[in-house]
């Protein structure tokens, strides 16, 4: 649908716009010709992305930066009250996150705070945006941000692996109901490679060969969202999509085969894990 959504115009709506993928993709939109929303927190990073996105967008095209807490419902709502009075939302992309430590028995502001920016913030988004979109009832688009450990959980932050996972689930609960109602927008989970971001920056200030920036992250994504794709899980310099396909049919090995939680961690099956990776590069 997302050939669709830009070939009518309007807008996209990004949290998480002030930085990393999200000012990419932000800047991706306007050079596709939507009008851009940009939502962060207030400051000098958001107002600076809105200079960029400026830049990147065509002569008289919307670009508006809105100060946003994706954890404040009332802000959440309010950002969708100013992009529906600016025009029509072809796009939302619920991107906004944060990482905090956390271990399965402690830290539990850190906890509490990551599941109410990186689920709850996306819900709020999806619960502002969408009803007012099916009734505009033309082609649009909404991406939810997710991750590899929304999907894999690997051990040593279980708080972000939950929130993550969550914003799995909820996304492809969303895409079945939308399909069901024979509402014109597709629901698309973007789920970045190892990605050379600000928030990565702030402690290694060269990028590792192994990662992609964040342009080529969000090409990789819309490219598959183009095709129809709804999980993107886009690969990096050293995890290729194969890769990526056979670590998720390990993880979801362990119900099938009744192997230990997190088994591709567990020192009884390193090395029948390592030839079934192996295998899917044959």
């Known amino acids: 649908m997302y050939k669709e959504a830009i070939s009518e115009g309007g807008l996209a709506v990004v949290t998480g716009a002030a930085?990393?993928?999200?000012?990419?993709?932000?800047?991706?939109?306007a050079e596709a010709g939507l009008g851009v929303v940009l939502a962060d927190l207030p400051g000098d990073k958001l107002d600076a992305a809105a200079g960029k996105v400026r830049e990147a967008a065509g002569s008289g095209a919307i670009v508006e930066a809105v100060a946003t807490d994706v954890s404040d419902t009332k802000q959440v709502e309010a950002l969708a009250d100013k992009a529906f009075e600016l025009g029509s939302v072809a796009v939302l992309m619920n991107n906004a996150g944060i990482g905090r430590p956390t271990g399965a028995w402690d830290r539990m502001e850190n906890w509490t705070q990551m599941m109410d920016i990186n689920f709850f913030g996306v819900l709020r988004g999806v619960q502002a945006f969408t009803q007012r979109m099916i009734d505009a009832g033309r082609p649009a688009v909404i991406i939810n941000t997710g991750s590899k450990q929304g999907i894999t959980t690997p051990p040593g932050n279980p708080g972000y692996n939950v929130t993550k996972a969550?914003?799995?689930?909820?996304?492809?609960?969303?895409?079945?109901?939308?399909?069901?109602?024979g509402a014109p927008i597709s629901v698309h989970l973007f789920v970045p490679g190892f990605t050379y971001t600000?928030?990565?920056?702030?402690?290694?200030?060269?990028?590792?060969?192994?990662a992609w920036t964040s342009e080529q992250t969000v090409d990789y994504f819309i490219e598959r969202m183009s095709a129809g794709d709804f999980y993107v899980l886009c690969p990096d310099n050293d995890v290729d999509s194969v890769r990526d396909r056979r670590r998720a049919q390990w993880a979801i090995g362990d119900i099938v085969e009744n192997r230990p939680p997190l088994s591709r961690w567990h020192a009884d099956y390193k090395q029948a894990f390592s030839e079934f990776e192996k295998d899917g590069k044959d």
């Open 19 to 29: 930085s990393g993928v999200g000012l990419a993709a932000a800047i991706r939109f």
């Open 166 to 181: 969550a914003v799995k689930v909820l996304s492809e609960q969303l895409a079945h109901e939308l399909r069901e109602k």
């Open 198 to 210: 600000g928030m990565i920056a702030a402690f290694i200030p060269q990028k590792p060969d192994a």
